[in-house]
Every structure is written in C-alpha cells, then in structure tokens.
C-alpha cells in the first residue's frame, strides 16, 4: 500500500484544545495513519502585504501524519479563493447562474494558487505515492504537477454538484476545466447523476468516450469516473446520540420546549441550503395549519460563512429579515414559532437535538450530498424516530429513500409535507427510517474512503521513476 497524499483547500491541523474534526478529517486521517501520509494545503493564514511567495510549505507530525501548511496572501485569496471558487465555481455548480461573477484576473488567481501548491508540494512527494485532491478550489492541481513531471497515481474528488453541460458551458473556461479533469486517474462525484452530466458533457462536446468497463477516455487520457456518496461516522455519531441524554445543552433546550414538537434545520448560512424558501414554507404551514400554531418549534442553526463574499451577506440580511417576520407575525407571549440562531453548536449537542427533534428540515436548492441529512437520520431513537424532509436535489436524496422528498421551490407542497411529518404515525416512522438507517450504517464515511482509494490504488500504476520528482 502506497503512502496517501492528500490535499485540499484547508487542512485541518490538530491542535490541542480545539474541538476534534469533523468525520471527513477523521477518515482521511485515519487512511493516513494506516499508511502514512501527508496533508497539504492552505494554514488559514495571509501573508503581510510585503512578504512575497512562500518558499516552502510549514511543516507539522502529528500520529503519524505530516501536516504540510502554505500561507497565501491577501489578493491570491481574493482571487483564487473569494473570486473564481466561491463567485465563479460554486454558483454555478448549485446551478446559479445568476450568481456568478466570472473575470479573468480571479481565474489568473486560481491558476496561479493551483500552481504554487504544485511547485511547494512536488518536493514533498515520493514516487509511488497515491495523491487525493479535493474539491472545487483545486480541479487543475494534477494537471500542474503532470507539468512538472509527476507521475504519480492521483485521484480528485468533487464535494459539490457537476452540473448538465447546458450549465457548465456557461462557464467561458469550461473546456480547460474538464481538460484538468482528465489528467487525473480517478475522479469521484458524489452520485450518479454527476457521472450522467459528465458523460453527457464528454459526448455532446466530443472530447472522448465512455468505455465498455465503465472509464472514460477523455482528451486521450483514461480517467475512472464513478460515484462515490460520501457518508459520515454513523455508528459513532449514533452512540453520540443516544448518550446525549445528558448534555446541558440539550436539556436546556428541552426543558425551554415543554411538550412542543421540534422541527430543527442545520446549515451554514448558504444561498444553495434553501433556508429563506424553508422558511417561507414553514410561514405558509403556519398560515395554512393553525392548529400546530404553538404546538411546534422551529430551530434553525445557522453559522454565517464566507463573509467576504457579498451574496452572502445579502442572504444574510434576507433570512434575518424573513425570520423577524414570522416571529412579528405569529408569535405569542409565551411561544415564539422560529428560533433562529447563528451559531455553531458542538457535536455532542448537535446530536443531541437532532434526536429530539420530530422534523428534521434538509431543503438545500442543490446540494452535492448533505451531510446533515445523513447526521439527522443516524441520531433518531429507532423506538421513536422522526421524520427527515429532505430535498429531492440534495445529493443524499438518491440515498435516502425513506425521507418524505420534497421541491424546495415549491413552498406551498413542502408546507404540507412539514404537516405530514408532524403528523406521521409511528408504524410509518420506523419503517421509513430504519431502510435509511441500514443504508447509511453500510455505506459510512469508512466506506467512502476505502472504495475511493482502492479504485486509486488499483488504477494502472503510472510508470515507475526514480527517486523523488
Ligand atoms: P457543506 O456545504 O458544508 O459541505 P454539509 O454536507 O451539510 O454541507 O456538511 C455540513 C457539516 O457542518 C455537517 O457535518 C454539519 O453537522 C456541520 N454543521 C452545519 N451547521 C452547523 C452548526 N450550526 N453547528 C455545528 N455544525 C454544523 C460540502 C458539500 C456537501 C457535502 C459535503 C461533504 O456542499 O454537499 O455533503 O461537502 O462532501
């Protein structure tokens, strides 16, 4: 087994006194300390205006794993980060088009950032290293380090939507984009419906061609090109759960409810979770089913992310004020109907609320997979579940065949399913849960990373070299 090299826009540095990593960092770090490995990407940091480029990354050892950290400066974020990421490629990716802003000084920015990461990794990577890249920020990274040499196996796994070409195309670079997808050997999409907007993408601009085996010939390059959900820790984050019992947090909270229902919604703040719609349809429910009107609870914990882009912070304004409205609205002296907090909540109290809660909203207007659909189903108390309304364009909908699916634009049909939730009896619960259950106990984040890097390991190893690159 070679030793794994991954790289994504952040790495999660263990430091001691901060709260563990989420299960993503877990698995991979667990993969890494199996075989050794090494971590690269962005510290978090920025660099002082007159500093220049950074000569090598920041090395740390933690159990095993090498932690290798670069600083960036202010206007690489800007670009490569703020700009052609998270204004160019995620919008459009969550299929809003409206959203973007595409220039050519961001996309000089993220080449340039893909291009730094290649030239301070290179030096840390042995030749028969298995190299795993993550996510939007880094699609051109293989074919850089392919520039200089690289020979090595490297796969690259996609945590949000690929979208339909009609879409992609709106993309001015989008040709490039899946020219630096075929210089890897595999490349993982979160469902199969990614892999069908790949194909369909391939086939209608004529760059190559589906194999009989199921890979892709695409510019001439053979790449594997599958889905592959990712899942959480479920059986840990099951037991967390059941333990929660005992949290202050959680009681507090319970205790602040009385016998009213829980609905509860977790999310960043993010245009593509759907939150202002969600929010409506729980203002039309309210309007439509008076009699839930102080027999329910909606919580609604929402981090605010990625202020420095400015849709953000027009959805936050947006959602604050919808918030206000409803509580303005409908609230009584002793019930107020939303309770919307921006905040982080740690994982014990997390799992904790979300087993308490009868309802749990997962309405994302797009979503590559949504973790917290998977979260919500794995704390339920299988003797009494709750019902999960999940989004039909949330990834984890092709999974989740037991969540009472919904359109999240359209408001007036999931305000009727929030009244079927809550109305649903305990025979229909079980069973829609526990098929849910099963599937996620099964394909776990364990699961997500094993499968990804045996087809990493087992694509035909590049030719052999020698020494390091
Ligand atoms: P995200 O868009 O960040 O991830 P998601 O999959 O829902 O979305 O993961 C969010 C994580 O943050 C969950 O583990 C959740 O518990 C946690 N979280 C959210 N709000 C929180 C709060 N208030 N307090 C504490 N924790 C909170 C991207 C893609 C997703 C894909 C993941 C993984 O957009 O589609 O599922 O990567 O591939």
């Not at 959480?232 to 037991?239: L, P, V």
């Not at 009681?251 to 245009?271: A, C, F, H, N, Q």
């Not at 992310?305 to 936050?316: F, I, L, N, Q, T």
Request: hydrophobic share 40%.
């Amino acid at each position: 087994m070679s030793r794994l090299v991954v790289v994504s826009n952040r790495v999660p540095v263990p430091t001691p006194g901060t709260p563990p990593a989420g299960g993503l960092a877990v698995a991979l770090s667990g993969a890494m300390k199996a075989r050794g490995g090494l971590w690269f990407g962005w510290s978090g940091r920025t660099l002082p205006p007159d500093a220049g480029e950074p000569r090598a990354a920041e090395l740390t050892e933690s159990e095993g794993v090498t932690y290798a950290v670069v600083d960036l400066s202010e206007r690489d974020l800007d670009d490569y980060y703020a700009g052609f990421s998270n204004r160019m490629l995620w919008p459009l990716f969550h299929y809003r088009m409206d959203l973007t802003e595409f220039t050519r000084v961001n996309l000089a920015g993220y080449h340039r950032v893909n291009r730094l990461f290649s030239r301070l990794l290179a030096p840390q990577i042995a030749a028969d290293d298995a190299i795993w890249v993550h996510d939007y920020h880094l699609i051109p990274l293989a074919a850089e380090l392919r520039s200089i040499g690289c020979k090595n196996r490297m796969g690259f796994f996609l945590h949000i939507p690929f979208p339909p070409p009609d879409i992609l195309t709106v993309l001015p670079n989008h040709a490039d984009v899946v020219r630096s997808l075929a210089a890897y050997d595999v490349v993982g999409f979160q469902t199969p419906i990614d892999v069908e907007n790949f194909e369909t993408y391939v086939r209608r601009e004529k760059i190559g061609r589906r194999l009989p085996d199921g890979r892709f010939v695409v510019h001439g390059r053979t790449v594997r090109v599958e889905a592959y959900p990712v899942g959480i820790e479920t059986q840990t984050f099951a037991d967390v759960a059941a333990a929660s019992e005992r949290n202050a947090l959680v009681r507090r909270t319970k205790e602040s409810l009385g016998d009213r229902k829980l609905i509860i919604g977790v999310d960043r703040l993010d245009y593509s979770k759907g939150i202002a719609e969600r929010i409506q349809a729980f203002e039309t429910f309210l309007l439509l089913d008076p009699e839930w009107r102080g027999r329910c609870t909606y919580l609604q914990i929402t981090p605010k992310s990625r202020g420095e882009v400015p849709e953000y912070a027009a959805m936050e304004r947006e959602v604050a004020g919808l918030a206000g409205r409803i509580n303005g609205t409908f609230s009584e002296l002793d019930w107020t109907p939303l309770r919307y907090v921006n905040r982080t909540v740690g994982r014990n109290a997390l799992a904790g609320l979300y087993r308490y809660a009868r309802v749990g909203l997962v309405t994302p207007l797009r979503d590559g997979m949504n973790l917290v659909a998977k979260e919500f189903v794995a704390a339920q108390d299988p003797e009494n579940p709750g019902v999960l309304l999940l989004s039909r364009f949330a990834g984890a909908a092709s999974e989740l065949d037991g969540a009472l699916l919904t359109n999240p634009y359209d408001v007036d049909g999931t305000a009727g399913s929030i009244a079927r939730a809550l109305d649903m009896p305990l025979e229909e619960r079980k069973d829609r849960w526990s098929s849910m259950f099963e599937r996620i106990l099964e394909y776990d984040v364990a699961w997500w990373c094993r499968s990804f890097l045996d087809a990493l390991e087992n694509e035909e190893a590049a030719p052999p070299q020698a020494g390091r690159i």
